[in-house]
């Protein structure tokens, strides 16, 4: 989720990109850098931090080239460093690039480059888009920036300029954002609206795979095959505010539409071409794998119930005993683990005061530590034997969407690992449940894209002068529940509980009256029968039922007074979609009753208290 800017003109252009980049400040980033053409050379720096500290260097060069690109990264691929950061160049130094995302298949790329002789001086995977360029340039830089794109997988934006062709920047995009600004003899490319917005509001957006060459007269668009290309201008009306919230109201309607893009991310590079999951940095060889007897998940709030679905997975599929603990309880306790116990610490922000000393109990117990995080560089990835980054992009709404999902894909592609690495699924098995994997982004997209918040909002706004809701789950389903019961709390204020749907009759059930409205999460499952028959006990003491079902589940209709369908998956991989409707829920609910969502009262972000 880095960002990025490029300008081309005639004003000289430092001073223009650094302010591109203080606008794109809100998404989050380590480091950060510039490139400017300037008299037959690229002007480059590069900083580690925050923008303040690239601003201080910033009279390194001169303010007098008119083409230039920067960068602010947000690390996936090698750790913040200086010469992690973008700006990239190849090794003539004529081609420098900024890129957005992730191309899934650097490894064999870079091996091929260097095998040919060019060299890296970094550990990211952009680096490799420099020397692709490098090798494929025969005098147009079009050609070359089609030449690289046709070589890389995976999701990605990049920008390159050419010291042999000054006044030009080339923009590709696939599966993630670029836009255009149109200005007055100076245009813009960038990764997002609010890089430009000071200086113009007319806009193209490119689609995939479509080349956009600019330079100070204009903006062109290309195929892959060089045919012209027409896109509309458009005119944005927004604000500043609006604009870093992409035009959604909020940053967690913002955020809860970005999960397709945080989950295809997730998943990036990590499943391989046969099937089996990839995973670097775990800090597990395969005899500590095997010797591992115990698992114990330890987290707070959002991030343990990420850790109650890694227990389904890993209990299922890895057949490990997992307990999964509060942090703050766990942190107090006596408990019997040693050095055959893996402590999996889950946490997004990697800083939360509890989690961290439950990291240090296990660890002084003799557990090996692996922590499972959002954010490179955090205290936990500090104090981890292992870690496993959910790479979501920085969240900035309090109530935690995007996180929990790449969390709880984090967890299911630790679980097949282990599952096949201790000989618990074949490579066949695993491979059944990656194929299904990866078409979650693209099924998460389909169904936002066809108007999942306005169809949820409409249900929300009957329910939202409701003084009470109770959440119900079965199995998978009962991790969702609690989390779909956080939400309302956290957003809406409303009093909310989540229960094991079959433990209703020992004592919750009390609570119902006529029209007391109950959540329930019934995704197909084997067990959908029986928490059915649960259902229809609540049903009975008059409550109104609002389910979230899997499309094509008709016969629901019968008992909900609301249904909420998601897409259908294999039950292990429904929680990724399932409680999708359940923020929305909690979000409209909020909504209706005027509360601001991004900040709710009494909540911080990162809890680095006790
Ligand atoms: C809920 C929420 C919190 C966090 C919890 C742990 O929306 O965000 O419950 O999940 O404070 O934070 P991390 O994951 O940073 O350890």
Redesign the pocket.
């Known amino acids: 989720m880095c960002g990025i800017v490029g300008y081309v003109g005639r004003r000289p252009c430092r001073d223009i990109l650094f302010d591109g980049l203080r606008k794109l400040e809100y998404r989050g980033y380590d480091s950060a850098g510039i490139s400017v053409v300037q008299d037959g050379r690229f002007s480059l720096l590069h900083s580690v931090g925050n923008l303040d500290n690239l601003e201080g260097i910033l009279d390194q060069i001169e303010n007098g080239g008119t083409t230039g690109i920067a960068h602010t990264r947000w690390a996936t691929h090698g750790r913040p460093s200086s010469e992690n950061a973008h700006p990239h160049t190849d090794c003539s130094g004529r081609f420098a690039i900024v890129l957005n995302g992730i191309v899934e298949n650097y490894v064999p790329l870079r091996a091929e480059l260097q095998a040919e002789g060019h060299e890296f001086t970094s550990q990211t995977d952009a680096e490799v888009v420099a020397h692709l360029i490098e090798r494929a340039y025969q005098g147009s830089l079009h050609e070359a920036v089609v030449e690289a794109y046709r070589q890389m997988e995976g999701h990605f934006t990049y920008c390159v300029i050419a010291v042999d062709e000054p006044d030009v920047i080339v923009g590709i995009r696939k599966e993630t954002p670029l836009v255009v600004g149109l200005g007055d003899g100076e245009n813009y490319l960038a990764s997002a609206i609010p890089a430009f917005l000071s200086q113009t509001r007319s806009v193209i957006f490119p689609e995939d795979a479509e080349v956009v060459v600019i330079t100070s007269e204009g903006a062109e668009l290309f195929d892959l095959d060089g045919l012209p290309v027409r896109r509309d201008t458009q005119t944005v009306d927004w604000d500043d505010e609006a604009a870093e919230k992409a035009g959604y109201e909020t940053f967690m309607l913002k955020e809860i539409h970005e999960q397709p893009t945080s989950l295809a991310e997730t998943l990036a590079g990590r499943i391989a071409h046969d099937g089996s999951v990839v995973l670097e940095d775990l800090g597990l060889t395969p005899e500590l794998i095997r010797e591992i007897e115990q698992v114990v998940i330890v ?5 343990y119930h990420a850790g109650l679905l890694g227990k389904y997975a890993l209990e299922r599929w890895a057949r490990l005993p997992v307990e999964v603990e509060v942090a703050s309880e766990f942190r107090y306790r006596e408990p019997v683990i040693g050095d055959d116990c893996l402590c999996i610490a ?4 990697g ?2 005061a509890d ?1 961290l000393a439950a990291m240090r109990l296990a660890r002084q117990a003799g557990a090996g530590v692996l922590a499972v995080t959002n954010i490179v560089g955090s205290q936990a990835t500090r104090e981890a034997d292992g870690v496993l980054f959910t790479r979501a992009g920085l969240e900035i709404g ?3 969407t995007k ?1 929990f999902l790449t969390q709880e894909l984090a967890m299911l592609l630790l679980a097949l690992y282990l599952a096949e690495a201790r000989g618990h699924l074949s490579p066949t098995e695993v491979r059944a449940f990656t194929d299904q994997l990866r078409t979650i982004p693209g099924l998460l997209r389909d169904y936002l894209e066809a108007g999942a918040a306005a169809t949820v909002n409409e249900v929300a706004s009957v329910y939202a002068p409701s003084r009470f809701f109770l959440c119900l789950g079965r199995n998978l389903g009962l991790p969702v529940a609690l989390e779909g019961a ?2 309302l709390k ?1 957003i809406s204020y409303i009093p909310t509980d989540a229960y094991a749907a079959g433990e209703m009759k020992h004592g919750p059930i009390a609570l119902l009256e006529e029209g007391s409205p109950v959540l329930v999460v019934a995704t197909d499952s084997f067990i959908y029968d029986k928490l059915m028959s649960n259902v229809q006990e609540v049903k009975a003491r008059g409550a109104r039922v609002i389910a979230v079902a899997s499309q094509g589940n008709k016969g629901i209709e019968e008992i909900a007074d609301d249904v909420l369908y998601v897409p259908k998956v294999h039950e292990m991989l429904s929680p990724l979609l399932s409680v999708v409707p359940l923020q929305l829920f909690a979000y409209y609910v909020a909504k209706n009753r005027g509360e601001k969502v991004d900040q709710p009262r009494n909540l911080a972000k ?2 680095t208290v006790e």
């Open positions: 987290a707070c709030g959002t991030s889950i946490s997004q922000s800083e939360t989690t309090v109530a935690a996180t956080l939400k956290e990162t809890v």
